[in-house]
């Protein structure tokens, strides 16, 4: 009855707190400590046997990190802003994303599924935006300094809690990294590649 169960497709909704924060791959330009931020969503378990399963979904993220250049720069917001050196910029960037994965759970042990999930994530910038503190300058769009397209990894793990019937609590915690640079290099500003790595906690429920 365990594999029946597990076998069947189901759907669910997740609130997931995560913490974001950026890698870069020049020495000029650097990471200056992480934001929180929230990925809300559904997902699709799409079984093809009792142990394996598809992934998919629907994410809304909205992530932010900080970031300090030790040159000046400009950065083409509502109007160019000239950012002094070793001046943090908060960038904030709302994203859907659609995740495709591999799921692998356990048989049911009482009334906890063990799971994994390990996939890709394409996903489109629907807003991003601009806080440079130096200048109090909060909530600048910032659309021309960063890349609309981009495709993540993710890798997850948790337990699922069955709560009778087809529903279960999720609880899980996983980490997300950008195979694609974030930012735009406009102007004079250094030519680096920046990326966003997340770690969240699942939160969820399935049906």
Not at 17 to 33: H, K, S, Y
Not at 52 to 72: H, K, M, P, Q, W
Request: with cysteine; aromatic share 8%.
């Amino acid at each position: 009855s365990a594999a029946t169960a597990q076998g069947r497709v189901s759907i669910g909704i997740h609130f997931d707190p995560l913490i974001g924060w950026f890698g870069t791959d020049i020495a000029a330009v650097n990471n200056d400590g992480a934001r929180p931020g929230i990925n809300a969503g559904l997902s699709l378990k799409l079984p093809f046997s009792s142990n394996y399963s598809f992934s998919t979904g629907l994410n809304l993220i909205n992530a932010a990190g900080r970031l300090v250049c030790d040159t000046e720069t400009v950065l083409e917001l509502v109007n160019n802003e000239t950012v002094a050196a070793n001046e943090p910029v908060v960038y904030k960037i709302q994203y859907i994303a659609v995740p495709l994965g591999l799921k692998l759970q356990t048989n049911q042990i009482g009334y906890l599924t063990f799971f994994s999930d390990v996939g890709l994530d394409p996903k489109v910038m629907i807003g991003g935006k601009a806080d440079i503190p130096s200048l109090s300058l909060k909530g600048e769009k910032a659309n021309n300094e960063l890349k609309m397209f981009n495709l993540s990894y993710h890798v997850m793990a948790g337990i699922e809690y069955g709560l009778g019937g087809n529903t279960a609590a999720v609880i899980g915690i996983g980490f997300e990294n950008n195979f694609l640079d974030v930012t735009k290099e406009n102007g004079t500003q250094p030519v680096d590649k920046v990326t966003h790595r997340l770690v969240s906690v699942r939160l969820g429920v399935n049906f």
